[in-house]
């Protein structure tokens, strides 16, 4: 097993963009080099794949005894000089797997993910959890995951067992996904369902303008019947990103599906920070829609935009957090922004 390098430290605070405009920007991936679940539109994977960091058949394993050095410096010897030291003692929550997935198949092998749950509650340090694995569900991890101290967020962007095994190709199913968010659900944990990124069904602007549900060229991956499913299966709640295009995901996508998406582009497109973005008027119709669905259900809702960050704000239902984590858990207290670090 090879350490993972590419990270400079082990914890990672983002600065540009993505640190002003996210609550939750403090990273701790206990994988790197890679992840096994390979997604077409992975973000992480285009921007290492052309550095050649990323390997999707032998990912790195960070060395989680540095890990518990860093918890014991500041919590135990009360240490101010590490340069972690404010965010961790003001309990700023950390994103378990913002670079790679923290529950790929290789953590049935190297459980560094379970060691590091251990080290989070052995200190009652809160953490946000995103994965594409059943694993979550299962026993074991039930019993190191802490209620009061986790946010987890499942991905499931569509119901095509087909189309998820192509284009998502080393994760669990979605069916796999959906048992594992029941199971959380009815273990009273706060489980967020992401539907990220949430690949359109139309071109862009086919909604807006009116169109219907059936008929012209379409792409069969997202589905409204996805969101009834995911509510059906009691997610706390649903979490949108829509997806950017950029020219990886077109060409993975080309390769993995047989269609790189690029006619859902239209002139109502725009870019912006790097990638083509759908017209705020197409989302809109998304947003709303999705919403809809999950206030039949009574399951909140919400919003991650990248590209225009506060303007879809109203679709939040927490207005201080896009992520509907704060307050949702007993450790959730903090976001990087109300520490003010
Ligand atoms: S699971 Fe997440 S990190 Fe892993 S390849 Fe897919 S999008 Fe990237």
Same mark, same amino acid.
């Given at each position: 097993?090879?350490?993972?390098?590419e990270?400079?430290?082990?914890?990672?605070i983002?600065?540009?963009?993505e640190g002003q405009r996210?609550?939750?920007?403090v990273r701790?991936d206990p994988?790197?080099?890679g992840?096994? *679940?390979?997604?077409?539109?992975c973000?992480?994977r285009?921007?290492?794949?052309f550095r050649?960091?990323?390997?999707?058949?032998?990912?790195?394993a960070?060395?989680?005894?540095k890990?518990r *050095?860093i918890?014991t410096?500041?919590f135990d010897?009360g240490?101010?000089?590490?340069k !972690?030291?404010?965010?961790l003692?003001?309990?700023?929550?950390?994103?378990?797997g913002?670079?790679?997935d923290p529950?790929? #198949?290789?953590?049935? &092998?190297?459980g560094n993910?379970?060691?590091?749950l251990k080290?989070?509650? &052995?200190?009652?340090? #809160?953490?946000?959890?995103?994965?594409?694995s059943s694993l979550i569900?299962?026993e074991?991890?039930?019993?190191?995951l802490d209620k009061n101290?986790a946010?987890l967020?499942v991905s499931v962007?569509?119901?095509n067992e087909?189309m998820?095994?192509?284009i998502?190709?080393?994760?669990s199913? #979605?069916?796999?996904?959906?048992w @594992?968010?029941?199971q959380?659900?009815?273990?009273?944990?706060y489980v967020?369902?992401?539907?990220?990124?949430?690949?359109p069904i139309?071109?862009?602007g086919?909604y807006?303008?009116g169109?219907k549900?059936?008929?012209?060229?379409?792409f069969?991956y997202?589905s409204?019947?996805?969101?009834?499913?995911i509510c059906k299966?009691? @997610?706390?709640?649903v979490?949108?990103?829509?997806?950017r295009f950029?020219?990886?995901? *077109?060409q993975?996508l080309?390769e993995?599906?047989?269609d790189?998406?690029?006619?859902m582009?239209?002139?109502?497109?725009y870019h912006?920070?790097g990638a083509v973005h759908?017209?705020?008027?197409?989302k809109r119709y998304y947003f &709303?829609?999705?919403?809809? /669905?999950?206030?039949?259900?009574?399951? $909140?809702f919400s919003?991650?935009?990248?590209?225009?960050?506060e303007? !879809?704000? $109203?679709?939040w239902?927490?207005?201080?957090?896009?992520?509907n984590a704060n307050g949702?858990?007993k450790?959730?207290?903090?976001? /990087?922004?109300?520490?003010? /670090?």
């Amino acid at each position: 097993m090879q350490l993972a390098t590419e990270f400079k430290t082990l914890i990672k605070i983002p600065g540009g963009a993505e640190g002003q405009r996210c609550f939750y920007p403090v990273r701790l991936d206990p994988y790197g080099k890679g992840c096994q *679940h390979n997604c077409s539109y992975c973000y992480a994977r285009g921007l290492l794949d052309f550095r050649k960091l990323w390997d999707s058949n032998e990912p790195a394993a960070v060395d989680i005894k540095k890990v518990r *050095h860093i918890f014991t410096q500041v919590f135990d010897k009360g240490s101010t000089r590490n340069k !972690f030291s404010s965010v961790l003692t003001n309990k700023v929550p950390l994103r378990l797997g913002g670079m790679t997935d923290p529950l790929m #198949p290789f953590e049935e &092998e190297c459980g560094n993910t379970y060691e590091l749950l251990k080290i989070l509650k &052995e200190y009652e340090y #809160p953490y946000l959890l995103l994965t594409k694995s059943s694993l979550i569900g299962t026993e074991k991890y039930l019993d190191v995951l802490d209620k009061n101290l986790a946010v987890l967020q499942v991905s499931v962007n569509s119901l095509n067992e087909d189309m998820s095994a192509k284009i998502e190709m080393g994760a669990s199913s #979605p069916k796999e996904r959906l048992w @594992a968010i029941q199971q959380l659900a009815e273990h009273d944990f706060y489980v967020t369902a992401r539907i990220s990124p949430l690949i359109p069904i139309y071109p862009d602007g086919h909604y807006a303008a009116g169109g219907k549900d059936s008929g012209g060229k379409r792409f069969d991956y997202f589905s409204w019947e996805l969101v009834h499913e995911i509510c059906k299966h009691k @997610a706390s709640s649903v979490l949108v990103e829509f997806m950017r295009f950029v020219n990886f995901s *077109h060409q993975w996508l080309g390769e993995d599906v047989g269609d790189d998406l690029r006619w859902m582009k239209t002139d109502s497109s725009y870019h912006k920070g790097g990638a083509v973005h759908y017209s705020k008027e197409e989302k809109r119709y998304y947003f &709303e829609r999705v919403r809809a /669905i999950c206030n039949e259900y009574s399951t $909140e809702f919400s919003v991650c935009d990248d590209a225009e960050f506060e303007y !879809f704000k $109203e679709f939040w239902s927490n207005q201080s957090d896009c992520c509907n984590a704060n307050g949702k858990v007993k450790g959730f207290q903090n976001t /990087i922004k109300s520490a003010e /670090i």
